[in-house]
């Protein structure tokens, strides 16, 4: 039932609950940037295996807010326990581990997935009458969208998107469960695992999306068995959680050329232009990754012990 008092409070009375909120230090600087959102974003593309990804990034004035509406609002609401991105003291590691070693894994994906979220479920789904005045709620869903849709960039956008797809998740894993299925969704990659019928999933989970206005991307489905390498968002499953072959080769490689030649020798090489010290430490973040995924890994426990020693 709606809360009757918030949902016809005065402007005053509305005005100290948006200060409540502690969103801006200026309410004044709070509404300015609602009405002029669109000068408050920049457009950029950027590059990422192989692949082109279209970004709204806020300046630093509306990041500042955003970062306080998730902080201070969104981390407050329930998400699914099915979705594992966006979640503190979560990874793509628990992801991932749910699917280990299943007959069958399933990989799906949601077409345009931001660009599918529009400001009206924001508001109703996300800043509800329940919970805010209908002003509010207005200021709050126009801070959080652009353009009429969820922004891939702003830092409220993530946790927007898992209390939208929160029924959706709920519904989905249950139906799962029932059919001893294993469902995980990290943003809008969807993974099933175990014995199934692959088109009763896809017209079960085709048919929920459609109801909420998404649709699924039939390019990105994948379907693998044990003879294949079974992957969960970059994360191989067939046996143990475990990053990939390739990423360990290239690990190993750099190992091997920075032990012979030396650091510095061997950045000159390779022509690129780094600090010795930034560069062993993201060497050494890609080393602590493989350990995080497996923990047993004696070989790249081994080159985390000489990262430490070179580093001192």
């Known amino acids: 039932m709606a809360n009757q008092y918030l949902k016809y409070c005065t ?15 200026n309410l004044r ?3 300015a940037v609602s009405n ?6 920049e457009y950029m593309e950027i590059s990422k295996n192989g692949k ?36 503190k003291k979560v990874d793509i590691l628990e992801n991932a581990k749910p699917h280990v070693r ?29 919970y805010f005045p209908e002003s509010i709620s207005i200021l709050l869903t126009i801070l959080c969208t652009y353009k009429g849709v969820l922004p891939q960039g702003a830092p409220t956008s993530p946790m927007i998107s898992n209390i939208i797809l929160r029924e959706f998740d709920e ?49 990105k489905m994948n379907l693998l068995f044990p003879s294949d390498r079974q992957t969960v968002t970059g994360i191989v499953v067939n046996e143990k959680t475990n990053t990939t072959r390739e990423y360990r080769k290239n690990i190993r490689k750099e190992i091997y050329y920075c032990k012979k030649y030396g650091i510095e020798n061997h950045l000159n090489f390779i022509h690129i232009d780094i ?29 985390l012990r000489w990262i430490e020693k070179v580093e001192k």
Request: hydrophobic share 40%; aromatic share 14%; net charge positive.
């Open 171 to 219: 519904i989905i894993g249950t139906w799962c469960k029932n059919k001893n299925i294993i469902y995980t969704r990290y943003s809008d990659d969807m993974t099933f695992s175990g014995t199934f019928d692959k088109n009763e999933i896809l017209n079960f989970v085709k048919r929920e999306l459609s109801l909420l206005g998404f649709q699924l991307n039939f390019k």
């Open 36 to 41: 002029h959102i669109e000068k408050h974003y």
């Open 275 to 303: 600090e010795k010290r930034d560069y062993l430490n993201s060497l050494k973040g890609k080393i602590l990754f493989v350990l995080h995924v497996d923990q047993k890994n004696l070989e790249f426990k081994n080159y």
């Open 29 to 31: 600087t709070l509404y």
């Open 11 to 25: 402007k005053e009375e509305a005005l100290e609950f948006l200060m409540s909120l502690h969103l801006c230090q």
């Open 52 to 87: 082109t990804r279209c970004l709204n990034m806020p300046d630093s004035l509306l990041k500042y807010i955003q970062r306080n509406i998730l902080n201070h609002v969104l981390y407050g609401m329930h998400i699914s326990s099915y979705a594992k991105a966006y979640c």
């Open 102 to 130: 299943k007959p069958m894994i399933l990989k799906l994906d949601i077409k345009d997935f931001f660009g599918s979220i529009t400001f009206y479920m924001v508001k109703e789904n996300v800043f509800r009458e329940e």
